[in-house]
């Protein structure tokens, strides 16, 4: 039982670039989620996904598009990445809704340069 | 949009009892209060929730006074190991409003 996946661990792009985000969980959860944490902050929103076949943007959603491309996998796509998201993201997953305990991946440590 | 209010810092030493507090005075009726620790280079894990009262599991203990506008972390005779960030969310069914904040940086020296 690995919880959640996410690949890459690492990743450096020049502005401009696109890369897609993977995500993975095992846990049969209904909700996904992906958040991004800048250095010395808490973790922000980007999108989420309550259930399969839904997506629903959160606090900082401008620049990223989802998708919930079945119960197991969430993806997080940068179509033309810039310096601001320069960040760590983090992929999450719950049972039920957003209140409920969250599962987090180890997270993908993305440089824009 | 319920938004909480931690200490930056605290420190400790290893043994002692650790209490921190969040401050949520725009809590709403539906709004649980859930904590969470992270590590360094590590994804937050869920640490406890609550919603009214006092709630005890094998880590920690959360109070919650009756006007639910503040909530109180516990930690009993921390050790080196709990040397983390501690994060205070309040939130409902409504994805919208999970708000991590800056979270508590907890120290705990020898």
């Known amino acids: 039982n690995a919880g959640v996946t996410q690949t890459p661990k690492f990743q450096v792009l020049k502005t401009g670039q696109s890369m897609t985000l993977q995500c993975a969980q095992d846990?049969?959860?209904?909700?996904m989620y992906w958040y991004r944490q800048d250095p010395g902050m808490g973790l922000r929103l980007i999108y989420y996904?309550?259930?399969?076949?839904?997506?629903d943007k959160g606090e900082v959603p401008n620049g990223y598009n989802v998708s919930r491309l079945n119960k197991r996998e969430f993806s997080l796509r940068l179509e033309s990445a810039a310096p601001s998201q320069t960040s760590v993201y983090f992929c999450?997953?719950?049972?039920?809704?957003?209140?409920?305990?969250?599962?987090f991946g180890p997270g993908t440590r993305l440089t824009v340069t | 949009l319920a938004k909480t209010t931690q200490p930056i810092s605290m420190d400790s030493y290893e043994g002692q009892e650790v209490n921190i507090t969040c401050s949520h005075n725009?809590?709403?009726?539906?709004?649980?209060i859930t904590w969470y620790q992270q590590f360094p280079s590590q994804g937050p894990r869920f640490i406890i929730q609550?919603?009214?009262t006092k709630v005890t599991n094998e880590v920690a203990s959360l109070f919650i006074p009756a006007d639910r506008k503040s909530s109180t972390l516990s930690l009993p005779r921390v050790s080196l190991s709990d040397t983390a960030v501690y994060y205070c969310?309040?939130?409902?069914?409504?994805?919208?409003?999970?708000?991590f904040g800056t979270g508590t940086r907890l120290l705990v020296s020898p």
């Open positions: 999450a997953s719950s049972e039920a809704s957003g209140a409920g305990e969250q599962y």
């Open positions: 846990m049969n959860h209904n909700s």
């Open positions: 996904s309550a259930s399969e076949g839904t997506t």
């Open positions: 725009n809590i709403a009726t539906n709004d649980y």
């Open positions: 609550g919603y009214k």
């Open positions: 969310l309040v939130g409902d069914e409504g994805f919208q409003k999970l708000v």
